[in-house]
């Protein structure tokens, strides 16, 4: 009522108001708030405006929220397409909208194409901040999930392992993505048949989760619930054996 249509005001609320309703559970509606934002943005501050491509992005995320994720897809295209443009491709949004991008491909178990994007994010956060930078590590991390996803285990390995070098160097061994990223490549030994590492890696992070991390924390809980499920599967092999 106060302020002029496309007012900055008025956009950045629809957008906090917006990630509220996503954080509600009511993604749908998040979607219809965003997509007014978005025009809004678009009519009075330009396609290309840094505000106008931020809502785009948080547009695909309502998108994927609601589980149209091929609208997801659609947008954030788009948008890196933009930012590439307009902000260069190794600005710090450029990458960040790629992440995005590659995420949603994840969702839509599109694995070749989010290989290529988080291969590509790769290597542009080396170049711009190093490869022992966080968001690099951030980024190995989910490049390893996607080679797992895509049945590229040997890929997904190598760079677990690597990444879970740095990242104790660098954040600590205690640290809680170092943990997350242990037993990503726990899980890893597991799938490819190295039991004995995987159950010794597990052990390893039982003792560490739960001395660093809050009780009930849900990855001491998946730590603790793999350890049994592979005692568990060991066991009636033994069993089998015996018989």
């Known amino acids: 009522r106060e302020l002029a249509?496309?007012?900055?005001?008025?956009?950045?609320?629809r957008v906090n108001l917006a990630k509220a309703l996503i954080l509600a559970g009511e993604p749908a509606d998040a979607v219809t708030v965003l997509l007014r934002a978005v025009s809004e943005c678009e009519q009075f501050r330009g396609p290309g405006h840094p505000d106008t491509l931020s809502a785009r992005d948080e547009l695909a995320?309502?998108?994927q929220a609601a589980g149209d994720v091929d609208a997801a897809i659609r947008l954030l295209n788009r948008n890196?397409?933009?930012?590439?443009?307009?902000?260069?491709p190794r600005d710090a949004e450029t990458m960040a909208t790629r992440d995005r991008l590659a995420a949603a491909y994840v969702a839509a178990g599109k694995n070749k194409d989010a290989i290529n994007q988080y291969k590509r994010a790769l290597s542009d956060r080396e170049r711009v901040l190093g490869r022992e930078h966080p968001d690099t590590l951030a980024v190995m991390a989910n490049l390893s999930a996607a080679y797992r996803a895509a049945g590229r285990m040997?890929?997904?390995?190598?760079?677990?392992?690597?990444?879970c070098t740095i990242s104790e160097r660098v954040l600590g061994s205690d640290h809680a993505d170092t943990l997350a990223r242990e037993a990503s490549l726990a899980y890893l030994f597991y799938a490819v048949g190295r039991v004995g590492d995987a159950v010794t890696l597990l052990r390893n992070l039982a003792v560490r989760c739960e001395r660093v991390l809050p009780t009930g924390d849900p990855l001491t809980e998946s730590v603790r619930q793999s350890l049994q499920s592979i005692g568990n599967k060991i066991?009636?092999?033994s069993c089998r054996e015996r018989v």
């Open 5 to 13: 249509p496309g007012h900055p005001a008025i956009i950045a609320a």
């Open 61 to 63: 995320a309502a998108n």
């Open 80 to 88: 890196l397409s933009d930012r590439e443009r307009l902000q260069g």
């Open 154 to 163: 040997p890929a997904a390995m190598q760079l677990s392992e690597e990444c």
């Open 235 to 237: 066991g009636r092999a």
